[in-house]
């Protein structure tokens, strides 16, 4: 079983406890779950196209924002947001395509790594992302 920091304990009493069964595969459960439906995660923003649609604008704030747009100066491939969208879906409980198709979490990590510390660019990134929730309707 994962551990996920900020996420409430199983039992707690707070309406966060929706997010309460975490295993290899990330679920959700609200009231549906009482009756036995669990989604995932993947589900509930929309499957691949929710994730695509993500993607896209996250991918969109991140060229436009001043900082984080210096990751992308060298270029990068041009199925960019197709591969990160399956990467997402991956891990929030769907199909595993990325793995399928592009290589594993140490593919990823090694993609990444070795760019020194950018905790202001890492800020903002997530901060493109938070916008990009909004953007396609998935925050709140």
């Given at each position: ?94 199909p595993s395509t ?31 992302f938070d916008q ?9």
């Open positions: 079983m994962r551990t996920w920091r900020g996420l409430p304990s199983p039992g707690a009493t707070s309406p966060a406890t929706s997010l309460i069964s975490f295993d290899s595969r990330v679920r959700v459960c609200n009231a549906a779950c009482h009756s036995g439906h669990v989604q995932t995660l993947y589900e509930r923003v929309g499957g691949a196209d929710g994730l695509l649609r993500l993607a896209s604008a996250w991918h969109a704030r991140v060229m436009a924002d001043d900082v984080v747009s210096h990751a992308f100066s060298h270029g990068f491939h041009p199925e960019h947001t197709e591969r990160l969208a399956a990467y997402w879906a991956e891990a929030l409980g769907g990325y793995s399928d198709s592009y290589g594993d979490e140490t593919s990823v990590v090694r993609m990444h790594s070795g760019n020194g510390a950018h905790e202001d660019m890492d800020r903002r990134a997530i901060a493109c990009a929730l909004a953007d396609v309707g998935i925050a709140g």
